[in-house]
């Protein structure tokens, strides 16, 4: 079990930058693989990016690849997502979500989920 909060978001303008953190409980945390997703108002759930359980793999959707980072800090039951150049169309509720082992880019293969932070990229 893990319970997920995520914290990071607000206004910001267009070209701006945002790093989203994502704290997890539990002392298995690194055992699980990370993603973050993002739901804008009538949009389905989408990909952003998503790491390994020990950060050596990571995935990124085309939308935000170059622009997005994805990390994790095990250490600290971390993961973050740097956001760079963002762009009016990124503005969604963001989540992270954790799934045991092996990396996927699916939101239905996820077992946890956050409550989601909103970011706002005014043009």
């Known amino acids: 079990q893990v319970q997920l909060v995520e914290s990071g978001g607000g206004l910001v303008q267009a070209g701006g930058s945002l790093r989203l953190s994502c704290a997890a409980s539990g002392r298995t945390f690194s055992t699980y693989a990370m993603g973050w997703f993002r739901q804008a108002p009538g949009k389905e759930r989408e990909f952003v990016a998503a790491?390994?359980?020990?950060?050596?793999?990571?995935y990124y959707a085309d939308s935000v690849k170059g622009r997005f980072t994805i990390s994790r800090d095990n250490a600290k039951n971390t993961v973050y997502l740097q956001m760079n150049s963002l762009k009016p169309e990124d503005t969604a509720v963001y989540y992270c979500?954790?799934?045991?082992?092996?990396?996927?880019?699916?939101?239905?293969?996820?077992?946890?989920w956050g409550q989601g932070t909103q970011v706002t990229v005014s043009s």
């Open positions: 790491i390994s359980w020990s950060g050596t793999t990571t």
């Open positions: 979500a954790a799934r045991t082992m092996v990396i996927k880019i699916t939101p239905s293969e996820y077992n946890y």
